[in-house]
């Protein structure tokens, strides 16, 4: 595998770009050349804390001036669809931040016009890729529970949607979407768990608000079924904090059993996995996690994942065609939110 260092433009300032900004200064084989923004105050946060020298008003001035091979869009999702056909058009390879599109209409113009330019497009879901994830995969395939899943049940509480200055200062712009809680954090979930136990066949969602401030939802259980039969709980609302006195309920985002025909794996809020095999005692899983960039540095294990691909030429986990299946799943939560009934999870 030949190593080459690879030319990145950045486009976008807000509050999530630093961890991926941060994560590519750590990555020997790319360079970021320039990034872009609007907001001069943004902009120069940005300069001040990496060191960039560049920043553009105007990105397509910047995918002209620098040529660069790929570009990391980090922009509110409106934007997407706009900024990655400037980019295929130019022949720039993208990874671009969820929510992909504001519609899986809209998602599935994004992917073909990327394909049929023949640039390589990964969107940017990074939850798979947080270390407990990845173990309890590696854990699963290893048979450690078992040759048969039977449960994953994932419960969630954020806090951080709760009276009148939820979301402030981090993310505002959440208290105006539509649907919020299944479009911006389901999404990862949904993702994760066709990681974990494969494709899913159908959901049945209900999903509530419970701030009133907010335009979206901000609580919901959904289940998913799984063509291997095992079955999936996603508990979570953004309103509730966790029950634990934990610094940040943004680090696991939660608790994680899943479970087989010879025992169970848990994901403890502060990372640990616990192992209880049937009629055994529950012992503890020992892997490496930290607290170092966001939830477990996933930015930089799935920015890292997005160059070694980059290098050898396979496939990216998460790219446009394997997510739009996420987005199709996505489409059918709400579908059985609204009509109070389960729905059949279409081929994207």
């Avoid at 048969?148 to 712009?173: C, N, V």
């Avoid at 208290?175 to 768990?193: A, C, M, N, Q, S």
């Avoid at 403890?268 to 192992?275: Q, S």
Wanted: net charge neutral.
């Amino acid at each position: 595998m030949t190593k080459r260092k690879f030319k990145c433009v950045c486009i976008g300032a807000g509050y999530f770009s630093h961890f991926q900004y941060d994560a590519w200064t750590r990555i020997p084989e790319v360079e970021i050349v320039a990034f872009s923004n609007r907001d001069p105050l943004k902009a120069a946060e940005i300069t001040a804390k990496f060191g960039l020298k560049k920043c553009y008003a105007d990105y397509r001035e910047m995918f002209d001036v620098e040529k660069p091979d790929f570009v990391d869009i980090i922009t509110p999702p409106p934007s997407h669809s706009v900024i990655c056909a400037e980019a295929a058009k130019r022949g720039i390879h993208i990874i671009c931040q969820k929510p992909l599109a504001t519609s899986l209409a809209e998602a599935k113009t994004v992917v073909a016009n990327t394909a049929a330019a023949n640039v390589r497009f990964m969107v940017h879901e990074n939850f798979r890729f947080q270390p407990w994830h990845r173990e309890i995969k590696r854990q699963i395939e290893a048979g450690v529970i078992g040759d048969k899943l039977h449960s994953l049940t994932f419960r969630s509480r954020m806090g951080d949607g709760w009276g009148e200055h939820a979301y402030i200062p981090r993310q505002p712009y959440f208290r105006d979407y539509p649907k919020l809680l299944v479009y911006e954090t389901g999404v990862h979930f949904i993702d994760t768990f066709r990681y974990l136990a494969g494709e899913m066949t159908r959901v049945t969602a209900w999903l509530r608000r419970l701030n009133p401030i907010i335009k979206g939802e901000d609580c919901g259980l959904v289940v998913f079924e799984f063509a291997n039969g095992a079955l999936g709980q996603w508990d979570a609302n953004r309103f509730n904090e966790p029950n634990c006195p934990l610094p940040d309920a943004r680090y696991t985002f939660g608790e994680f059993l899943v479970e087989g025909n010879a025992g169970s794996l848990r994901l403890h809020l502060d990372g640990r996995i616990t192992l209880k095999k049937l009629g055994g005692d529950e012992v503890e899983v020992l892997y490496k996690h930290e607290r170092l960039g966001f939830a477990g540095d996933c930015c930089h294990a799935i920015q890292r994942h997005f160059v070694d691909r980059m290098l050898d030429g396979k496939p990216f986990e998460t790219s446009g065609e394997e997510y739009l299946k996420t987005l199709a799943v996505q489409e059918a939560v709400y579908q059985s939110a609204e009509t109070r009934s389960p729905i059949e999870v279409k081929p994207s």
